[in-house]
């Protein structure tokens, strides 16, 4: 009845669309700090465990661009291999909860009825323990080598993962290209594969560089409280852990590792906000 | 109500068997052995003595068994003994749980009275200099990890400063402002973490609350300012900000671990690292389904309230 | 008709609003003038993009953060609302002027009882008790027509149908008796029965409270039953304005010509193509030079790319157009020359 005119359009209503930025800056010092932990101790002269690389407690210098520790060990060499560490850790145990995350829970907004149940209540029975404590119980039962707190940390990010995982697909599955897919006859797993899980990724990018920060901090602080990384490894966790004994005789010790942890989930942070933006105006167009 | 009441019930009560039997088969289900642990040596023990030890320690039996024993002996208030000291598990657990729970109250009252004015002030006038400086404290916040917020703390505050003590508790009934001297920095530690969570969270959905058409209406029937960010806006993020108090009530009983370790206060949270340290697990199980006991309660209380608060929370669908 | 007309309650003059854009910002409301008698009820139809909403807030001064009322005057009983102060306005909405939105479901609160919806507007323009105002709201509700008004205080808005929703909306708009209150398509998110009711009722309200009401459309048929006048508003101005009637029967502008030959009525022949206005309507920022309908006119002239034609008043009717209808000219008896008139 009557000439319908449509909805009020953004320009009534004032919403502008800001322009998009492909890559910010918390993506780049991702990168560099990826990059210079994972390759600077091949370019680097000085050796992480060269004791006597220089004097004992040296400040930010030219020789030693972060100093030195008691052993007179050079500080930029250490933070790169304990950062390979920690870089590995982190990205191990994001990759493993991505992938257990995102199977179990495309599997509950998949297979729904008991299975969604079952899956669901056990991802809150993970939930329900506070991630540390849960930590501390996986490590004293597997111990802490790398490999087994990867895994450790790999599985206590999981459920969260499977949850907004869940969500998402579910939501996905019940709009109408799924639906109309369906209709077509094409079955549960092919619509699930070809069709949804191209619009769950960038959520699930999302979702990893958010758990990529998380475990960093689980790792640290694991370490730092002695159940992480063990000597003679190093992770940012340990050197922070050794530098706050000796932080009277050097307070670089602290402030650089500190620093570092900070900056890095810090660009983690940002680039899974700016990222999150992006995956919502997508979603919106 | 009385059903919403009794449905949350029956679902706390479910996800803290399901809880405890997850801890009770990871520490079952293990490569290294709590006798052995607990006799300090792997080598060069008489296997008689081992295996006596083990029957002792119901370690013999299946998995099913260990598990029914031991909830039995929770009902009955028996916990065990732990394995290192042999002092009942309950005993301690007593010992040390005032701590925490002093502990995790003040922190959350901390949190609290910080993030409640700061997100207001950060929505009050939207987009201003205030909103995006609060932003940009809460992206700081949100990338420090506790035990660094812990060690800056103590560093800048005991060691160079001075003003306060570094480690260190006193009981309450003893001495109560030592007690709360030393509460100062552990609480300021948790309350640095959560705070920037709340405070995110409050200002997501208040913003989102902003568009929403009702704020549109009570501003046309000539509300001022402040009335539709408290009676409208802040009112309806009532309940996603309650349910986000309950999980920063997890998150800082986790942190407790981290807090109690650095600052010596002699809680549940430090036990539960010296029992996984020393391998004790008659004690880190019993400590660690208390902590998922007190985080259900929490989120059951916070679910009851919410029901009260917003009436399409009782009627609606529960867990999704 | 009569040369002593009553002082307009609502006086608008030049409204201008203006939209961010990527170049700074645009006008989307781009001047617009009409009065509005005490009791009266006039239409303001348009399209998307039109600026008929923002032309509704604008009054109200309740535009989003981004958008500016660039110039103009808004006289409300002789008060021009553009220049009181953040708490002046305040007084003034709901008191004085008052709003009825579109979509109901959404317009209250939902974790408040209607009851304390309506108590809230009451006690912040008077100093009432609670119980008294509890009483009040009660008579309120009777008065839109919800059964057992007593114990639905109490209710929560999603316990309420979306009629009943915009009953309750009407309620609290009406309840400090302002003397205009402006309808934002208060029907279009209701079904056609429910739309005859809720309009039939705020028509009987408006005039025993003596109320005059802007009812904001963007179809024309709703809007001419309800209203004594209409206007249209197109890519930001005003391009007709008639008693509804003539504007139905007569259209003047060829835009609201094109949009009444392109509704379907019972009695169209649906045999034939419907005839639709070719293009689509411009956006803040990409109006046409000259008058904004030219390229999708089919009788545009030279004149029409040059100048934008202003709003002339003919009598009782007006119209911006170089070129209108001439149609028009043909009603014995309405007064109007035949020919066609220069900008």
Redesign the interface.
């Known amino acids: 009845m009557g000439h319908n005119m449509a909805r009020t359009s953004a320009a009534e209503t004032g919403r502008e669309a800001t322009p998009a930025r492909r890559v910010n800056i918390g993506m780049v010092v991702l990168a560099v700090t990826a990059l210079t932990c994972l390759l600077g101790p091949f370019l680097w002269h000085f050796e992480a465990t060269q004791i006597g690389a220089g004097l004992p407690f040296l400040g930010p210098g030219f020789e030693h661009p972060f100093g030195t520790d008691d052993l007179g060990r050079d500080q930029l060499a250490r933070l790169m291999v304990g950062g390979r560490i920690t870089v590995i850790v982190a990205a191990g145990s994001a990759l493993l909860s991505i992938l257990i995350g995102v199977t179990w829970g495309v599997l509950a907004a998949a297979r729904r009825g008991w299975m969604d149940e079952v899956l669901m209540r056990t991802a809150d029975a993970f939930m329900a323990i506070p991630q540390i404590v849960f930590a501390l119980v996986f490590v004293a039962a597997f111990g802490s080598s790398i490999l087994s707190l990867t895994i450790i940390i790999g599985v206590l990010l999981a459920p969260t993962t499977a949850r907004i995982v869940r969500s998402v697909a579910m939501s996905e599955l019940s709009s109408d290209y799924a639906v109309a897919a369906r209709a077509c006859g094409l079955g549960r797993t092919r619509v699930m594969a070809t069709e949804i899980l191209p619009n769950v990724l960038p959520t699930i990018m999302v979702q990893a560089t958010i758990n990529v920060a998380a475990a960093i901090i689980l790792e640290a602080t694991l370490s730092f409280i002695g159940l992480g990384i063990q000597p003679p490894d190093a992770s940012w966790g340990t050197l922070l852990l050794q530098g706050y004994g000796k932080f009277y005789n050097s307070a670089w010790l602290v402030l650089v590792p500190t620093v570092w942890i900070v900056v890095t989930i810090w660009a983690l942070t940002a680039t899974s906000e700016s990222l999150r933006s992006r995956a919502r105006r997508e979603a919106a167009a | 109500m009385g059903r919403f009441i009794v449905t949350r019930l029956a679902w706390s009560a ?3 068997v ?2 405890s ?3 009770f088969l ?2 079952r ?4 052995d709590p006798v052995l642990a607990r006799l300090g040596a792997s080598t060069g023990v008489d296997p008689d003595v081992i295996a006596r030890l083990r029957a002792e320690a119901g370690l013999d039996d299946s998995i099913i068994t260990q598990y029914l024993s031991w909830v039995g002996g929770v009902l009955k208030g028996d916990l065990g003994s732990s394995y290192a000291s042999q002092i009942p598990v309950a005993q301690i657990i007593a010992e040390r749980l005032p701590v925490t729970l002093e502990l995790t109250f003040l922190a959350m009252l901390a949190v609290v009275l910080v993030s409640v004015p700061l997100a207001l002030a950060a929505v009050f006038r ?2 201003s200099t205030a909103d995006k400086a609060i932003g940009f404290l809460t ?2 916040g ?7 917020v812990s ?2 703390l103590i ?1 800048v505050f005991a ?1 160079t400063l001075g003003w306060l003590p570094s480690r260190g508790y006193v009981p309450f009934i003893e001495d109560p402002s030592e007690n709360l001297k030393l509460m100062i920095l552990p609480v300021a530690s948790l309350a640095f973490v959560a705070s920037p969570l709340l405070i995110r969270h409050m200002r997501e959905s208040m913003s989102e609350a902003e568009s ?3 704020v ?10 402040a ?1 539709v960010l408290l ?2 806006i802040l ?2 993020s ?2 996603p900000t309650l349910t986000m108090l309950g999980l920063i009530v ?2 800082t ?3 407790t ?2 807090v109690e ?1 650095v600052f010596g206060l002699p809680g549940i949270g430090s036990l ?2 010296e ?3 020393k ?1 004790d ?1 008659a004690v ?1 199980q019993s400590v ?1 389904i208390l ?2 006991f007190m ?2 309660a929490t989120t059951f209380i916070v679910d009851i309230v919410n029901g009260l ?4 929370v009782r ?1 609606g669908a529960q ?2 | 008709m009569s040369n002593s007309v009553p002082e307009p309650v609502l006086s608008v003059r030049d409204l201008q609003v203006s939209v961010p854009s990527g170049k700074g910002e645009t006008l989307a409301v781009r001047g617009v003038d009409f009065d509005l008698q005490p009791g009266a009820r006039l239409g303001l139809v348009g399209e998307s993009g039109s600026g008929k909403s923002l032309t509704a807030l604008a009054l109200m001064r309740m535009l989003p953060p981004s958008l500016r009322i660039r110039a103009g005057q808004v006289l409300l009983d002789g008060r021009d609302l553009l220049t009181l102060s953040p708490r002046e306005m305040c007084d003034v909405r709901g008191r004085e002027i008052a709003m009825i939105y579109q979509n109901p479901m959404a317009a209250l609160n939902p974790v408040l009882t209607i009851g304390a919806q309506l108590v809230e507007g009451l006690r912040i323009h008077s100093s009432v008790s609670r119980s008294t105002a509890r009483r009040r709201a009660v008579e309120l509700l009777g008065d839109v027509g919800i059964p057992d008004p007593g114990r639905r205080l109490d209710s929560y808005p999603y316990e309420l149908s979306g009629g009943m929703r915009q009953r309750v909306v009407i309620a609290m708009a009406l309840s400090c008796e302002p003397s205009v209150i402006i309808a934002d398509e208060p029907t279009t998110a209701l079904d056609v029965t429910t739309q005859a009711r809720v309009l039939a009722l705020l028509r009987q309200l408006v005039s025993s409270h003596g109320t005059a009401v802007i009812l904001i459309s963007h179809d024309l048929e709703v809007a001419a039953e309800f209203c004594e006048n209409v206007q249209v508003m197109y890519a930001g101005k005003l391009v007709e304005r008639s008693p509804s009637a003539e504007l139905f029967a007569y259209p003047l502008h060829p835009y609201t010509k094109a949009l009444l030959e392109s509704s379907c009525v019972l009695t169209t022949d649906l045999t034939r193509p419907i005839p639709v206005i070719p293009g689509q309507p411009p956006q803040p920022g990409r109006f046409p030079v000259g008058c904004a309908f030219q390229p999708r006119c089919g009788q545009a002239g030279e004149i029409c790319t040059d100048h934008d034609p202003v709003l002339e008043q003919m009598h009782e009717r007006s119209v911006a157009c170089h070129f209108p209808h001439p149609g028009a000219s043909t009603v014995a008896g309405s007064g109007l020359e035949g020919g066609s008139f220069d900008g």
């Open positions: 479910m996800i803290i399901a809880s039997i997850l801890v990871v520490l289900v293990l490569p290294s939207g987009r992206s700081l949100i990338s420090v990890p506790l035990f660094v060690l800056i560093l060691s929403e058409a009702y549109r209406t009570a501003v046309g029937k000539g509300a001022v300012r009335r009676q409208h009112r309806t009532l309940v997890g998150y009983l986790a942190g671990v981290v370790y539960a690292l029992a996984a340290l391998r697990y880190l660690v902590i998922v985080f259900v608060i917003d009436p399409r009627v867990h999704g």
